[in-house]
């Protein structure tokens, strides 16, 4: 089975601009991220997918694969798309790669490829064990809940599902309760079928896309990760970065 590892770097953030391009220990965010999903036993090759030059020349000079898209792309699933019918479209599996998780764990991306050995999975993802109460009535922290096959039956930025009767301090000990992990990965066919699709309501009301997936009938595989990832989506997430350094 062929499989892609697409890491889409945009320069223009809103957040945090030239995100990609910052220095990390003496290398660069995608540098990192390109060198760890490199790691992954189950990736037959890696490329980062951007929409600017600066990128482009930088991934070429420490010897990495990149393919120029389009600026317009709404989410990095349609960045993904793009990326494979330029790079490799025979490619079986693509898995999109976050850009600013520079010490993501290769295990993590094997993971959630190893979900394609049942011919039956359409898109995966990783999934982690909520600890903490910060984490979980944390908004920014998209919840989910997996049915017994281990498929999300819904993700949402509120925390799901409520304890009914119980003080909210005391609902992880009466309850499981899951955060979302931002990989991705999708055989081809249905990366193309997924990106055809208009935004739905609730992928509208959550500012989630994979809402978009399940609402129109997709079924999405979960694993469980024991990892812990680190996004870093503003300056100020630097700190969270000085225990990897």
């Excluded at 390109?34 to 997918?49: E, G, M, N, P, R």
């Excluded at 793009?82 to 295990?107: L, M, R």
């Excluded at 993590?108 to 359409?122: G, Y």
């Excluded at 930025?157 to 899951?178: C, S, V």
Aim: some cysteine; hydrophobic content about 40%; proline content about 3%.
């Amino acid at each position: 089975m062929k499989i892609i590892g697409i890491i889409p770097a945009r320069y223009a953030s809103t957040r945090f601009p030239a995100k990609p391009l910052i220095d990390i220990g003496g290398k660069s965010m995608i540098q990192r991220v390109y060198v760890q999903a490199k790691k992954a036993k189950s990736l037959t090759d890696v490329v980062v997918a951007t929409d600017d030059k600066r990128i482009e020349e930088h991934v070429k000079s420490f010897g990495g694969n990149v393919v120029m898209t389009s600026e317009s792309h709404q989410s990095g699933t349609d960045r993904c798309f793009e990326a494979i019918n330029t790079f490799c479209k025979d490619a079986d599996v693509v898995i999109n790669i976050q850009g600013d998780e520079p010490f993501i764990h290769p295990e993590q991306i094997d993971l959630v490829a190893s979900c394609f050995a049942s011919a039956d999975v359409q898109i995966a993802t990783l999934v982690k064990k909520i600890a903490t109460e910060e984490e979980l009535f944390n908004v920014n922290i998209p919840k989910v809940i997996l049915n017994k096959n281990k498929e999300a039956v819904l993700f949402s930025r509120q925390t799901i599902p409520h304890i009914r009767g119980k003080e909210m301090a005391d609902w992880l000990k009466n309850y499981i309760f899951y955060k979302h992990i931002g990989i991705y990965a999708y055989r081809t066919k249905v990366l193309a079928e997924i990106t055809a699709l208009k935004q739905s309501t609730l992928e509208l009301a959550e500012a989630l896309e994979q809402l978009r997936w399940l609402e129109n009938g997709y079924k999405i595989k979960v694993e469980i990760t024991d990892f812990e990832s680190v996004a870093i989506d503003t300056p100020e997430d630097l700190k969270k970065l000085a225990k990897f350094l």
